[in-house]
């Protein structure tokens, strides 16, 4: 037996031994890392790199490991939603904004300037490699605040919004590339309707889903059933995923409004009989944070098999200067951002040190430059690069920092 896998399948037995590996892996240098005061996301990380291309080449990251990731991050983010301060996140709202905007501008323009007028690259291939530079890997942000226990304060929420945010902007940015290396011309039109798009729904989806779980409670009472809670949650979720992705915006979006709707600070105005009932919650926890435990680590290791740290010319000197010069800008880029915010200069570097991973997300632009053709093998190496180094860094200086 076996399950598609894009170039004819992988035997599903095989599967089963990968994701074995995968999770022991990831469980054993986690709990390396975390013995020498490093954060365990980064040995998950390290996990993927030491299974995948970039060293041993025991396990290809194949569609299917692909989904599990993608659903393990999307759990993660429905958790964060549920465990969220929405009081504190208006709150912080416009200060989330702030960072986001700056935070995704000044590595979007740096990367760009550097690329098109330093390096002298193709317009396009210049806007991609500055595009890769934008974007937070919230998943990552997040699992790195939470092992350092910061996850519920304020810097901390200021950084989930603006990374949900960034999020946003480096679909939209992605969007507007893809349209503009078809055509080579701007459509603000459909750049427009996409943004109104997501708008919509992040008003709209935390009502419904609200609604929805309310609904689930009242059947569960009626059948007096309380089992049938975490497996209709969890329909929720995706089904909230599948409607973010409609709506144009990132899956983890849908997951993370539908947190928010379930937690128990979440409040519709003249509507607080639509708060569920604490039994029902904890049926909730109960059942999807096993999943989060089980599936989150499957994403981290994903970004470490993603890697190929072989396909990168070391001894090029125009690497170095190249990869050395789109890390300067993706570090201080970041890290100003955190200075937009009122408060202590250590809260805000820890906003900045929080934005500055890429993961997954800078490595979508650099594969979506390389299939168009917008960027060649030099360029792509060093995007990847400059992905690692920015996730890798960020959880260490985060750890410094908190001391």
């Keep these: 037996m076996s399950v598609g896998e894009g170039n004819g399948g992988i035997d599903i037995n095989t599967l089963f031994l990968h994701l074995s590996v995968i999770l022991i892996s990831a469980k054993i240098f986690g709990t390396l890392f975390k013995r020498f005061g490093i954060p365990p996301v980064l ?66 323009a740096g990367g760009f300037i550097i690329s098109y007028y330093f390096f002298e690259l193709p317009l396009i291939g210049s806007l991609f490699i500055g595009g890769a530079l934008t974007a937070t890997s919230i998943g990552i942000t997040v699992r790195v605040l939470t092992d350092l226990n910061k996850h519920k304060e304020r810097f901390a929420q200021i950084v989930l919004g603006a990374a949900v945010l960034d999020d946003i902007m480096g679909v939209i940015i992605l969007a507007a590339l893809y349209e503009f290396s078809k055509t080579k011309e701007v459509h603000l039109d459909a750049t427009v309707n996409l943004i109104v798009h997501i708008a919509v729904f992040f008003v709209l989806a935390p009502i419904i889903a609200n609604i929805l779980a309310k609904i689930l409670q009242w059947i569960a009472v009626k059948a007096n059933d309380i089992d049938i809670v975490p497996p209709s949650v969890m329909a929720l979720i995706l089904l909230f ?106 809260e805000r570097l820890n906003i ?52």
């Excluded at 993660?76 to 935070?103: K, P, Q």
């Excluded at 299939?371 to 990847?384: G, M, N, P, Q, T």
Aim: charged share 15%; hydrophobic share 60%.
């Design 352 to 403: 900045g040190l929080s934005m500055m991973p890429r993961g997954e997300v800078g490595l979508i632009f650099a594969e979506f430059g390389r299939s168009f053709h917008a960027i060649d093998e030099l360029s792509y190496a060093v995007i990847v690069f400059v992905v690692a180094i920015t996730t890798l860094l960020a959880p260490i200086f985060l750890k410094l920092n908190a001391k």
């Design 43 to 108: 040995g998950e990380v390290f996990a993927g790199i030491v299974l995948g291309q970039s060293l041993f080449g025991f396990i290809e990251l194949t569609e299917a490991i692909k989904v599990l990731a993608e659903l393990g991050v999307i759990l993660l983010l429905f958790e964060v939603g549920l465990e969220a301060d929405i009081y504190m996140l208006v709150r912080v709202g416009l200060w989330a904004m702030a960072v986001a905007t700056v935070g995704a501008a000044l590595p979007f």
């Design 241 to 346: 995923a599948y409607g973010a992705h409609k709506f144009g915006s990132p899956a983890i979006l849908g997951s993370f409004t539908a947190g928010l709707a379930l937690s128990r600070r979440f409040v519709i105005p003249f509507a607080a009989a639509l708060r569920l009932d604490e039994k029902i919650l904890h049926k909730v926890e109960e059942g999807i944070t096993p999943l989060v435990w089980t599936l989150a680590p499957i994403f981290f290791v994903s970004v470490g098999l993603a890697l190929n740290l072989k396909a990168i010319d070391f001894t090029s000197s125009h690497f170095w200067l190249f990869s050395g010069s789109l890390i300067v800008v993706a570090i201080v880029g970041k890290v100003l951002a955190g200075f937009v915010v009122p408060g202590s200069f250590k």
